[in-house]
C-alpha cells in the first residue's frame, strides 16, 4: 500500500512503476499533480485499488506519447485486478472506445469539468458507486465503457445535459439506472421531461432511489412525458415542476 496525500507534489515518479506488488494506491488530494508518466501503470499489474481524484491531471490521448506527455487511461485496461477507482476525467472524449469498467465494484468516477459541484467525499463513500456526469453534450454520446457505470451507480450527478429534451427513454431505464439511490439533474436548459412515457405498457420504476434533485431545469413541464393521446397532464403536476 502507499499513500501519498495533501502533497506539493506535481509530478508523478516513474520509478512508482517498480512496485510491481503494489495493490493499493493513494494520490487522493494531490492538488497539484499534475503529470503521471506514460507506462507506470502498465507495470503496476497487482493493483486493486487507484485513488486519484482531487489532482490536476489532464490525461493523455491514447498513442500520443512523449517525454512530456502524460499516461492514458488506455493503461488502466491493463489492471486485471483493479476492483476500486476514485478518478476525475476533465473530458470525455479521451475515454478510448474499447475501454471497460467492467471489473469495478467500487468507484467514484468525475466525466467532465467538475468546477460546478459542491461535494462532500465522506458522504459519497457511504456507496459503492458514483458517477458524476458534466458532458455539456447528449448522454447518448457516451461509450459502453460509461454505460456499464450506469448500471451500477447508486448515485448519479448530472449537469450541463444539452441538446435533449427528454432525459431518460424507457429502454435506457430497463437497461440501467436499476440501482440508483440518489438522482441529482441541474442544468438542462432545454429538458421538458425526465422520463419517456412507456404508454402504459410497461411500468418503468426507480425502485432503489432515496433521493432525487431537480435543479436549473428552466423548461421542466414534468417528470413524465405524454406521448399524442395519452392522459393530459394535470395543473398540479405542472405546478409542482413550476415552484421557484
Same mark, same amino acid.
Given at each position: 500500500?502507499?499513500? /501519498? @496525500? ?6 508523478? #515518479?516513474?520509478? /512508482? ?6 495493490? &493499493?494506491?493513494?494520490? &487522493? ?5 499534475? @503529470?503521471?508518466?506514460? =507506462? *507506470?501503470?502498465?507495470?503496476?499489474? &497487482?493493483?486493486?485499488?487507484?485513488? *486519484? ?6 490525461? =493523455?490521448?491514447?498513442?500520443? !506519447?512523449?517525454?512530456?506527455?502524460? !499516461? ?7 489492471? !486485471?485486478?483493479? %476492483? ?5 476525467? #476533465?473530458?470525455?472524449?479521451? +475515454? #478510448?472506445? =474499447? ?6 465494484? %467500487? ?21 459503492? !458507486? %458514483? ?5 455539456? %453534450? ?12 450506469? $448500471? ?12 435533449? $429534451? ?24 432545454? *429538458?421538458?421531461? /425526465? ?30 412525458? &405524454? ?5 393530459? +397532464?394535470? #395543473? ?5 415542476? $413550476?415552484?421557484?
Amino acid at each position: 500500500m502507499l499513500t /501519498i @496525500r495533501r502533497s506539493d507534489i506535481d509530478i508523478l #515518479p516513474k520509478e /512508482i512503476g517498480q512496485l510491481t506488488k503494489l495493490k &493499493r494506491l493513494s494520490l &487522493r488530494s494531490c492538488y497539484k499533480l499534475r @503529470r503521471i508518466s506514460p =507506462g *507506470v501503470f502498465c507495470k503496476l499489474s &497487482r493493483l486493486e485499488e487507484l485513488y *486519484v481524484n482531487e489532482t490536476s491531471v489532464e490525461w =493523455g490521448e491514447e498513442g500520443h !506519447s512523449s517525454q512530456e506527455s502524460n !499516461s492514458s487511461l488506455a493503461e488502466l485496461n491493463a489492471l !486485471s485486478c483493479l %476492483t476500486a477507482l476514485e478518478i476525475q476525467i #476533465p473530458n470525455a472524449k479521451i +475515454i #478510448p472506445k =474499447g475501454f471497460s469498467f467492467e471489473k469495478l465494484q %467500487t468507484y467514484i468516477i468525475f466525466i467532465g469539468e467538475s468546477s460546478h459541484w459542491d461535494w462532500d467525499w465522506d458522504w459519497a463513500r457511504e456507496y459503492s !458507486s %458514483t458517477l458524476k456526469l458534466s458532458l455539456q %453534450t447528449n448522454i447518448r454520446f457516451l461509450n459502453n465503457g460509461v454505460r456499464v457505470l450506469l $448500471k451500477k451507480a447508486e448515485n448519479l450527478y448530472m449537469d450541463e445535459v444539452k441538446g435533449v $429534451k427528454i432525459l431518460f427513454h424507457e429502454s435506457e431505464v430497463e437497461n440501467y439506472y436499476q440501482q440508483l439511490k440518489n438522482l441529482h439533474i441541474q442544468n438542462g436548459e432545454m *429538458v421538458q421531461y /425526465i422520463l419517456e412515457d412507456s404508454d402504459g405498457v410497461q411500468k418503468i420504476e426507480f425502485l432503489q432511489l432515496e433521493s432525487l434533485t431537480l435543479q436549473d431545469l428552466p423548461n421542466l413541464i414534468s417528470f413524465c412525458s &405524454r406521448k399524442e393521446g395519452s392522459t393530459s +397532464i394535470s #395543473p398540479q403536476e405542472i405546478a409542482l415542476f $413550476k415552484q421557484k
